[in-house]
C-alpha cells in the first residue's frame, strides 16, 4: 500500500530544477512508481500464493472498459502521425501513450489490492493531501506570491488555477460524505473545514469551469441524496440563489466580467469546437491524430476569424506578434476522440454511464448502509462534477490521479463480492520458468525507470538549470550547456530544441550585440528540430524568421539571395502545416520586403487582414510595402489602424522599420519625422542626431541640420 500513498502525494511534488514543469516530475515519479509495483505484483502472482487473491474479471464491465481505452489508445499512439511523441509527449503536458496507460493500471491495481479498510485511509490521506495544497494556493494569495505567468489567481504545487480547482473538485463531495457519516468529533472538525478550505481555493481561483462542476454536482448530491437532510437542502437553495443573483450583478454592472452571459457566449473555445475540432474529428475519426498530436489538426484546420488577438491570443516573441497555439481541445470528449478516434470517445461516454449506472444500483441494494450509500452517492455527484468541469478545461496529472482513484474505488464498491469469491490463484509453471519471467520483468523495469524515466529527468533538471543561467544573463554559460544537452539523445529530443531557441530569444533581448551569431546557431538548432518533428509548424516558422534575420545581415547579394531562398522555403512549409496562419503570413510579408518583393509583401499582408482585421501586426505590413510602393498617404491610415488594434507602432524597432522604407524612397520629410521620434526615445545615441543632420540639410533647413551636427559632435567627440 505504501506506493498508493507515494501517489496520491505527487500533487505536492513542485517547485525545483528537477521537478519542473510541475507535471514532468509528477508523471516521471507516476511512471517508476507504477513500474515498481508491477514488479512486485508480479512476483507476489507468482511466489505468494496465499498473500494474493485476484477477482474474477468475466463479467466486469468497467474493468473491460478500461482495458478497450488502454488497447485503443495504444494502437492510436502506434499509427499516429508522430507515434513517438504520442507514446511520450513533452515535459510541457507530460502526457503521451505511457503516462495515460499508467493511470490506467494505477486503477486496476487499486481494485486487485485495496481492501475495505484500506479505502477509508486512502482517501483521508487524499484530502490531508488537498489541505496542503489548498493551504499553499492560500497563502499564495495572501501573500502575493503568484508568478506572474499566473496572472493573479493561485497555482499551488499543480501549476495551474484550472486544474487545481478540478483536483480539489474530486476532493469536496467525497469529503462532505465523509463529515455526514462521521461521529467522531475531531474527526468531523477536520472533514468540515476541508470542505471549507477547498470552497474558498476554488472561490478564490474563479474557474468557470469549476463553478459550473460545482454548482451540478451540488444539486446531484443534495436534492437526490438518499434520506436527505433538511438543513442541507436549504443551505444548497440559498447557494443557488445567491449564484444567481451574483450572475445577475455581474450582467447587469458589468463587474465580474467572466460572470457575464455575453463573455460566456463569446468565448472562443465554442467556436474552436464547431470550427476547428469538429473538422479535426471528421478528418481522422478511426484513431483520431493521435495522443499529444492536436496541434497537427488544429494548425490544419486553424480559422483566425475566430479568435480575438487582444484577448485569446498569446505573445510569440521570436516573431513579435501575437499568436493563439492550442495543444489541447478544453473539453474532455472531443479531446478523447482526438487523441484516438471516434471509438474512444464512445469507450470514455460509456465508462461514465456504466460507472454512474452501477454505482446507482449498489446504492438501492436494501441492506447497503446509509453511510455507505452516502459515499457512493459523492463518488456520483463527483462524475458528474468532473465531467461537467472537464468539459471545459483540460486534465493534468492530478486530476488524473483522483479520477482513476474514484475509478478504482467504484470498482471497489460495484463488484465487493469478488474478492471473497476469487480463490488463491497459483500456477503450474516450473520454478525456471518462474525465474525467468520474474528475471525479465524486473529487467523491463530497470530499462524502462533508467533510460526512460531517470535519464529524461535529469535531462530536463540540466535544461532548467540552463533556464536559470540564461534569466540571470550569463548566456554563454547557458547555451554551452544546452549544446552539450543536444548530445544527449532521448525522447526529449525536440523539447531540448525547442528550449534552446527559447533561450535563445531571450539572449537576444539581453545582449543584443550577439544577435546575428544566437540567429545562425538557432537556425543550425532548427534545422536538427524539424528533422525529429517536421509537423511542429512553429519549428518552420521560427527558421524562416531566424532566416530572414540573417540575411538582412549579409552584405554579399549572392549570400543573401541564397538565405532568401532558404528562409522562403521553410514558410512555405509551416504554410502547407497551416494555410490560414497569420503569423506566417506576417513573416512572409517582411521576407518580401527584405527581398524587394513590395507587391509581394502587399499581397500577404492584404491576405492577412481579409482572414482577421483585428490583428495589428498585418496592417503595419501592409503600411510598410505601401511605403516602399510610395503610397504614403494609406500607409499613414494603415498605421493608424495597426495602433488602434494594439499594435505598438513606436517601439524602435517598428520606427527603425519605418524608417528604411521612408529611406527607399527618399521621403526626406517623414524620415525627419521617424528620427525625431528615435532621438527622443534614445537622446544619447550620436548616429540619430548625425541623420537629422543631413536630412535638415537635404530640406534646406541649415540651421536645424548645424544643431543637430553639434550635439551628434557632443555625444560622440571621437567622430
Given at each position: 500500500?505504501?506506493?498508493?500513498?507515494?501517489?496520491?502525494?505527487?500533487?505536492?511534488?513542485?517547485?525545483?530544477?528537477?521537478?519542473?514543469?510541475?507535471?514532468?516530475?509528477?508523471?516521471?515519479?507516476?511512471?517508476?512508481?507504477?513500474?515498481?509495483?508491477?514488479?512486485?505484483?508480479?512476483?507476489?502472482?507468482?511466489?505468494?500464493?496465499?498473500?494474493?487473491?485476484?477477482?474474477?474479471?468475466?463479467?466486469?464491465?468497467?474493468?473491460?472498459?478500461?482495458?478497450?481505452?488502454?488497447?485503443?489508445?495504444?494502437?492510436?499512439?502506434?499509427?499516429?502521425?508522430?507515434?513517438?511523441?504520442?507514446?511520450?509527449?513533452?515535459?510541457?503536458?507530460?502526457?503521451?501513450?505511457?503516462?495515460?496507460?499508467?493511470?490506467?493500471?494505477?486503477?486496476?491495481?487499486?481494485?486487485?489490492?485495496?481492501?475495505?479498510?484500506?479505502?477509508?485511509?486512502?482517501?483521508?490521506?487524499?484530502?490531508?493531501?488537498?489541505?496542503?495544497?489548498?493551504?499553499?494556493?492560500?497563502?499564495?494569495?495572501?501573500?502575493?506570491?503568484?508568478?506572474?505567468?499566473?496572472?493573479?489567481?493561485?497555482?499551488?504545487?499543480?501549476?495551474?488555477?484550472?486544474?487545481?480547482?478540478?483536483?480539489?473538485?474530486?476532493?469536496?463531495?467525497?469529503?462532505?460524505?465523509?463529515?455526514?457519516?462521521?461521529?467522531?468529533?475531531?474527526?468531523?472538525?477536520?472533514?468540515?473545514?476541508?470542505?471549507?478550505?477547498?470552497?474558498?481555493?476554488?472561490?478564490?481561483?474563479?474557474?468557470?469551469?469549476?463553478?459550473?462542476?460545482?454548482?451540478?454536482?451540488?444539486?446531484?448530491?443534495?436534492?437526490?441524496?438518499?434520506?436527505?437532510?433538511?438543513?442541507?437542502?436549504?443551505?444548497?437553495?440559498?447557494?443557488?440563489?445567491?449564484?444567481?443573483?451574483?450572475?445577475?450583478?455581474?450582467?447587469?454592472?458589468?463587474?465580474?466580467?467572466?460572470?457575464?452571459?455575453?463573455?460566456?457566449?463569446?468565448?472562443?473555445?465554442?467556436?474552436?469546437?464547431?470550427?476547428?475540432?469538429?473538422?479535426?474529428?471528421?478528418?481522422?475519426?478511426?484513431?483520431?491524430?493521435?495522443?499529444?498530436?492536436?496541434?497537427?489538426?488544429?494548425?490544419?484546420?486553424?480559422?483566425?476569424?475566430?479568435?480575438?488577438?487582444?484577448?485569446?491570443?498569446?505573445?510569440?516573441?521570436?516573431?513579435?506578434?501575437?499568436?493563439?497555439?492550442?495543444?489541447?481541445?478544453?473539453?474532455?470528449?472531443?479531446?478523447?476522440?482526438?487523441?484516438?478516434?471516434?471509438?474512444?470517445?464512445?469507450?470514455?461516454?460509456?465508462?461514465?454511464?456504466?460507472?454512474?449506472?452501477?454505482?446507482?444500483?449498489?446504492?438501492?441494494?436494501?441492506?447497503?448502509?446509509?453511510?455507505?450509500?452516502?459515499?457512493?452517492?459523492?463518488?456520483?455527484?463527483?462524475?458528474?462534477?468532473?465531467?461537467?468541469?472537464?468539459?471545459?478545461?483540460?486534465?493534468?496529472?492530478?486530476?488524473?490521479?483522483?479520477?482513476?482513484?474514484?475509478?478504482?474505488?467504484?470498482?471497489?464498491?460495484?463488484?465487493?463480492?469478488?474478492?471473497?469469491?476469487?480463490?488463491?490463484?497459483?500456477?503450474?509453471?516450473?520454478?525456471?520458468?518462474?525465474?525467468?519471467l520474474v528475471s525479465l520483468v524486473f529487467c523491463a523495469a530497470a530499462v524502462f525507470i533508467w533510460h526512460y524515466n531517470l535519464v529524461p529527468l535529469y535531462i530536463n533538471a540540466m535544461v532548467n538549470k540552463s533556464q536559470q543561467l540564461v534569466e540571470k544573463k550569463n548566456c554563454d554559460q547557458g547555451l554551452h550547456d544546452m549544446d552539450a544537452l543536444l548530445q544527449k539523445h532521448s525522447f526529449l529530443d525536440s523539447y531540448i530544441r525547442n528550449q534552446y531557441i527559447e533561450f535563445e530569444k531571450q539572449c537576444i533581448v539581453?545582449?543584443?550585440?550577439?544577435?546575428?551569431?544566437?540567429?545562425?546557431?538557432?537556425?543550425?538548432?532548427?534545422?536538427?528540430?524539424?528533422?525529429?518533428?517536421?509537423?511542429?509548424?512553429?519549428?518552420?516558422?521560427?527558421?524562416?524568421?531566424?532566416?530572414?534575420?540573417?540575411?538582412?545581415?549579409?552584405?554579399?547579394?549572392?549570400?543573401?539571395?541564397?538565405?532568401?531562398?532558404?528562409?522562403?522555403?521553410?514558410?512555405?512549409?509551416?504554410?502547407?502545416?497551416?494555410?490560414?496562419?497569420?503569423?506566417?503570413?506576417?513573416?512572409?510579408?517582411?521576407?518580401?520586403?527584405?527581398?524587394?518583393?513590395?507587391?509581394?509583401?502587399?499581397?500577404?499582408?492584404?491576405?492577412?487582414?481579409?482572414?482577421?482585421?483585428?490583428?495589428?501586426?498585418?496592417?503595419?505590413?501592409?503600411?510598410?510595402?505601401?511605403?516602399?510602393?510610395?503610397?504614403?498617404?494609406?500607409?499613414?491610415?494603415?498605421?493608424?489602424?495597426?495602433?488602434?488594434?494594439?499594435?505598438?507602432v513606436d517601439s524602435q524597432e517598428r520606427l527603425v522599420e519605418i524608417a528604411n522604407a521612408y529611406g527607399v524612397i527618399h521621403d526626406y520629410k517623414n524620415l525627419i519625422v521617424v528620427f525625431e521620434e528615435l532621438a527622443s526615445l534614445n537622446p544619447t545615441v550620436a548616429e540619430y542626431h548625425t541623420w537629422l543632420a543631413q536630412f535638415y540639410e537635404k530640406l534646406g533647413r541649415y540651421a536645424d541640420a548645424q544643431k543637430e551636427a553639434q550635439l551628434a559632435s557632443q555625444l560622440s567627440p571621437q567622430k
Amino acid at each position: 500500500m505504501s506506493g498508493f500513498y507515494f501517489i496520491l502525494a505527487l500533487p505536492l511534488v513542485a517547485f525545483t530544477s528537477w521537478f519542473y514543469p510541475v507535471d514532468w516530475g509528477k508523471a516521471i515519479l507516476l511512471r517508476i512508481i507504477i513500474s515498481i509495483l508491477m514488479c512486485m505484483f508480479a512476483w507476489q502472482f507468482l511466489y505468494k500464493k496465499t498473500q494474493l487473491s485476484i477477482p474474477r474479471l468475466k463479467r466486469n464491465i468497467i474493468f473491460w472498459l478500461l482495458c478497450g481505452l488502454f488497447l485503443i489508445y495504444c494502437i492510436a499512439s502506434i499509427f499516429s502521425l508522430d507515434p513517438q511523441f504520442s507514446l511520450w509527449g513533452s515535459p510541457y503536458r507530460a502526457g503521451g501513450f505511457i503516462t495515460y496507460a499508467c493511470y490506467i493500471v494505477f486503477a486496476i491495481l487499486l481494485f486487485i489490492i485495496a481492501r475495505r479498510q484500506d479505502w477509508e485511509k486512502l482517501w483521508n490521506f487524499s484530502i490531508g493531501t488537498g489541505v496542503i495544497v489548498s493551504f499553499i494556493a492560500l497563502a499564495q494569495y495572501i501573500f502575493k506570491l503568484i508568478p506572474e505567468t499566473a496572472g493573479a489567481k493561485p497555482i499551488s504545487t499543480i501549476g495551474n488555477s484550472v486544474p487545481l480547482t478540478i483536483y480539489l473538485l474530486f476532493l469536496v463531495w467525497i469529503t462532505l460524505a465523509y463529515a455526514l457519516k462521521e461521529t467522531v468529533a475531531w474527526k468531523k472538525i477536520f472533514y468540515w473545514g476541508a470542505l471549507a478550505l477547498f470552497g474558498l481555493v476554488i472561490f478564490i481561483s474563479f474557474q468557470r469551469a469549476a463553478f459550473v462542476g460545482l454548482t451540478i454536482g451540488a444539486v446531484y448530491f443534495v436534492f437526490f441524496l438518499p434520506h436527505p437532510k433538511k438543513w442541507l437542502k436549504i443551505s444548497v437553495g440559498i447557494f443557488l440563489v445567491l449564484v444567481g443573483l451574483v450572475i445577475v450583478y455581474a450582467n447587469v454592472t458589468g463587474t465580474l466580467p467572466k460572470l457575464s452571459i455575453q463573455s460566456v457566449l463569446s468565448d472562443s473555445r465554442f467556436s474552436v469546437w464547431r470550427d476547428i475540432e469538429i473538422k479535426m474529428l471528421k478528418e481522422k475519426p478511426l484513431l483520431g491524430w493521435g495522443p499529444e498530436n492536436f496541434f497537427v489538426g488544429f494548425d490544419t484546420f486553424y480559422n483566425p476569424a475566430i479568435f480575438n488577438p487582444t484577448t485569446d491570443s498569446q505573445y510569440d516573441s521570436m516573431n513579435n506578434t501575437l499568436g493563439t497555439w492550442w495543444d489541447r481541445a478544453h473539453n474532455n470528449l472531443l479531446q478523447t476522440g482526438i487523441d484516438a478516434g471516434i471509438v474512444a470517445m464512445i469507450i470514455y461516454l460509456v465508462l461514465f454511464g456504466a460507472l454512474f449506472y452501477k454505482l446507482g444500483k449498489v446504492k438501492k441494494i436494501p441492506d447497503t448502509p446509509l453511510h455507505t450509500m452516502v459515499v457512493i452517492h459523492a463518488l456520483q455527484a463527483t462524475l458528474l462534477a468532473y465531467f461537467c468541469a472537464n468539459f471545459f478545461s483540460v486534465d493534468d496529472v492530478p486530476t488524473y490521479l483522483l479520477f482513476f482513484v474514484v475509478i478504482g474505488y467504484s470498482l471497489h464498491l460495484i463488484y465487493p463480492g469478488t474478492a471473497k469469491e476469487s480463490h488463491e490463484r497459483t500456477t503450474s509453471m516450473q520454478k525456471p520458468v518462474k525465474i525467468i519471467l520474474v528475471s525479465l520483468v524486473f529487467c523491463a523495469a530497470a530499462v524502462f525507470i533508467w533510460h526512460y524515466n531517470l535519464v529524461p529527468l535529469y535531462i530536463n533538471a540540466m535544461v532548467n538549470k540552463s533556464q536559470q543561467l540564461v534569466e540571470k544573463k550569463n548566456c554563454d554559460q547557458g547555451l554551452h550547456d544546452m549544446d552539450a544537452l543536444l548530445q544527449k539523445h532521448s525522447f526529449l529530443d525536440s523539447y531540448i530544441r525547442n528550449q534552446y531557441i527559447e533561450f535563445e530569444k531571450q539572449c537576444i533581448v539581453s545582449h543584443p550585440e550577439n544577435a546575428m551569431a544566437y540567429a545562425q546557431r538557432g537556425l543550425d538548432v532548427l534545422q536538427e528540430a524539424v528533422t525529429i518533428q517536421p509537423l511542429y509548424t512553429r519549428y518552420w516558422l521560427w527558421a524562416g524568421t531566424l532566416a530572414t534575420t540573417l540575411a538582412e545581415s549579409q552584405e554579399d547579394q549572392a549570400q543573401q539571395h541564397a538565405t532568401i531562398q532558404q528562409a522562403g522555403s521553410y514558410l512555405h512549409k509551416a504554410a502547407f502545416l497551416a494555410p490560414q496562419r497569420q503569423e506566417i503570413m506576417i513573416a512572409e510579408a517582411k521576407l518580401q520586403i527584405d527581398a524587394e518583393d513590395y507587391h509581394g509583401a502587399q499581397t500577404y499582408a492584404t491576405t492577412c487582414i481579409n482572414l482577421n482585421p483585428r490583428w495589428g501586426d498585418c496592417w503595419w505590413y501592409l503600411a510598410l510595402s505601401q511605403i516602399y510602393l510610395n503610397d504614403t498617404a494609406h500607409a499613414r491610415e494603415n498605421i493608424q489602424y495597426a495602433n488602434d488594434r494594439g499594435f505598438n507602432v513606436d517601439s524602435q524597432e517598428r520606427l527603425v522599420e519605418i524608417a528604411n522604407a521612408y529611406g527607399v524612397i527618399h521621403d526626406y520629410k517623414n524620415l525627419i519625422v521617424v528620427f525625431e521620434e528615435l532621438a527622443s526615445l534614445n537622446p544619447t545615441v550620436a548616429e540619430y542626431h548625425t541623420w537629422l543632420a543631413q536630412f535638415y540639410e537635404k530640406l534646406g533647413r541649415y540651421a536645424d541640420a548645424q544643431k543637430e551636427a553639434q550635439l551628434a559632435s557632443q555625444l560622440s567627440p571621437q567622430k
